[in-house]
């Protein structure tokens, strides 16, 4: 088949969990026998530089890229307020990438083209006028949910009435475009079961990402070493890291003063940098994530908002690192708290299962080896690239 795979960021084997699943899952899509084609958005958040592109690299998926400026932009934003449209979706519309996308599109035939996540989906009328190919939207998450529950936890009362208007603007929005599609491949069950919830006639899967599965490298460990990683130019990860330092790092440093906190993320802000806190790190990018996690002990992660899967966890998990977290976090995983995870739900939890790891390295040694045989049963990406293949043979 010839697949077109069309991004809202570039898939690239970057420090960002998203850019990775997607280049993953284009590589074992080639991989099988498909032929597959990128085109992407590079947005101000990635700035990607084309020297990255390798020979083979360009020469296996042609790979397309338009710059867009998605940043919020306090002029649009008001203007806006006095329309029904979502402002999430309106800031990835761009004119030449329209054009491109119209080139493509008439210069190669397609058997099936692949949108990465809702934001790229109002280039749909411009896909169905020059070409005949199933349409799958690979839905990432259910994007207002994630601003709903960003609205839900925002204290200042203007701020929060804004994020719900964003959220139930871009809620219309889903819900308007979702039966346009031809199939749905959403990342969790619980997605899947929204879309179906919705009425959706189409075929609707479970499809989650997946990592390519790497011998295990045992390496030193420091069991008091704590670390979060995270895009930190995403508001869940900003928030997560909010809660750790203000309200977790606090209590936990009196309790076991000789713990460590590990924090990487691309975009940091400038308040993490500058942050002068006992035994915390910070630092503003990682140029290999898995080296950044090799020799730390637990991934710390108390998701509060957000949606969908996280890739790093993934990451983490293959690496038999014990992962806590909150139920919003393990959200999309097929795993058992206490078998390949850690659920704490509040403050006095998460302090008694940290210190229930600190105390029992046979305990963090049995999570950590159940969790990466859940990866590699579940999410290996030649195997989430065959599911998403059976998909689209039944399609065309």
Request: glycine fraction near 6%.
């Amino acid at each position: 088949m010839r697949i077109l795979q069309i991004c809202n960021k570039i898939p690239f084997p970057t420090k960002d969990g998203g850019t990775l699943a997607m280049h993953q899952l284009s590589e074992s899509l080639s991989r099988l026998g498909h032929e597959v084609r990128i085109l992407a958005m590079d947005t101000h958040k990635q700035n990607f530089n084309e020297s990255e592109w390798t020979e083979e690299y360009r020469n296996r998926f042609h790979p397309r890229k338009v710059y867009m400026d998605t940043r919020v932009k306090i002029l649009d934003a008001m203007l806006n307020l006095f329309s029904d449209k979502s402002y999430n979706i309106e800031r990835f519309y761009s004119p030449e990438f329209e054009q491109v996308l119209s080139e493509v599109l008439r210069g190669e035939k397609f058997d099936i083209i692949q949108m990465e996540s809702i934001y790229v989906a109002m280039y749909l009328p411009v896909i169905r006028k020059h070409s005949a190919a199933r349409v799958v939207l690979r839905a990432h998450n259910i994007e207002h949910l994630i601003w709903k529950r960003l609205a839900d936890g925002e204290r200042k009362t203007v701020k929060r009435k804004y994020l719900h208007l964003l959220s139930e603007r871009l809620k219309t929005y889903e819900e308007s475009i979702i039966p346009s599609f031809d199939a749905i491949a959403a990342i969790t069950p619980g997605d899947a079961a929204y879309f179906r919830n919705l009425g959706c006639m189409k075929p609707v899967m479970h499809i989650p990402f997946g990592i390519e599965m790497k011998p295990f490298r045992q390496v030193p460990v420091d069991r008091k070493s704590l670390f979060f990683i995270g895009a930190m130019d995403w508001m869940p990860n900003q928030e997560t890291v909010r809660w750790i330092l203000d309200n977790l790092w606090v209590k936990l440093h009196v309790l076991h003063p000789d713990l460590t906190l590990h924090i990487a993320g691309r975009q940091m802000p400038r308040w993490l940098l500058e942050l002068d806190r006992p035994n915390v790190v910070v630092l503003n990018d990682v140029p290999d994530a898995e080296a950044f996690m090799g020799d730390k002990a637990i991934l710390l992660a108390p998701f509060f908002s957000g949606g969908g899967m996280r890739v790093k966890f993934i990451e983490a998990m293959a690496l038999k690192k014990t992962v806590i977290t909150t139920a919003i976090g393990a959200e999309g995983i097929d795993g058992r708290d206490g078998e390949h995870f850690l659920l704490a739900e509040t403050l006095p939890g998460m302090i008694a299962i940290i210190a229930r790891c600190l105390a029992d390295p046979g305990f963090t040694a049995y999570i950590g080896a159940n969790a990466r045989s859940l990866v590699a049963d579940k999410y290996d990406s030649k195997r989430i690239a065959e599911k998403l293949e059976g998909l689209y043979k039944s399609l065309v």
